[in-house]
């Protein structure tokens, strides 16, 4: 049973690591809006410096609330973010709604999972937490060229919107099982 949790955590942290693969959505985010990369980087700074304040905030509530609600919620909030970005007909609307939106999003999801396998692999608590850490880390290597796929196919904003609704998908369904019905 507890071999379960990396793998979730693992996913959830792939969802969520999708932000490094900034770098497909900028070319095609810069044809569409008519910017150079100084403007076409500051959503992704943006969700960068969000992120970041978040994550110690967040830290602070885990032990506090039950992890599938600030899992879920934290999911919710980064789909919510890529789905109004497929708006996002300018560099501030995008910076307010990937940046700020989807940032918010994944600094509260993020630290969840590193906590939970943290808790139930309290003799291996290491190699539990750099195991699904890595999630986050090789992201890139899987939804970039997911993401390059999609923009290709369907445009850039067609792909804020799938990545959204799966990502809405992926993390709820993980957070709601009752593998991960745990309090930290």
Do not use: H
């Not at 967040?58 to 919710?76: K, Q």
């Not at 986050?136 to 899987?142: A, K, T």
């Amino acid at each position: 049973m507890l071999k379960i949790f990396i793998p979730l955590s693992i996913t959830v942290l792939l969802c969520l690591g999708t932000v490094y693969s900034w770098s497909i959505f900028r070319k095609p985010l810069e044809k569409l809006l008519n910017v150079g990369a100084t403007d076409s980087l500051l959503p992704f700074t943006m969700l960068l410096v969000v992120f970041a304040i978040l994550m110690p905030i967040t830290g602070f509530y885990i032990n506090r609330f039950d992890t599938r609600l600030i899992t879920g919620v934290g999911g919710l909030i980064t789909a919510v973010g890529y789905i109004l970005s497929s708006f996002g007909g300018n560099i501030p609307t995008l910076t307010i709604t990937y940046g700020v939106i989807a940032g918010m999003g994944v600094g509260i999801a993020y630290g969840v999972p590193l906590a939970v396998v943290a808790k139930w692999f309290p003799d291996k608590k290491g190699l539990a937490v750099g195991a699904t850490v890595i999630g986050f880390g090789l992201s890139p290597l899987i939804t970039a060229p997911l993401a390059k796929f999609l923009i290709d196919a369907f445009g850039v904003k067609q792909t804020f919107v799938i990545l959204g609704i799966a990502f809405a998908a992926i993390i709820t369904a993980i957070a709601v099982d009752k593998v991960v019905r745990t309090s930290v």
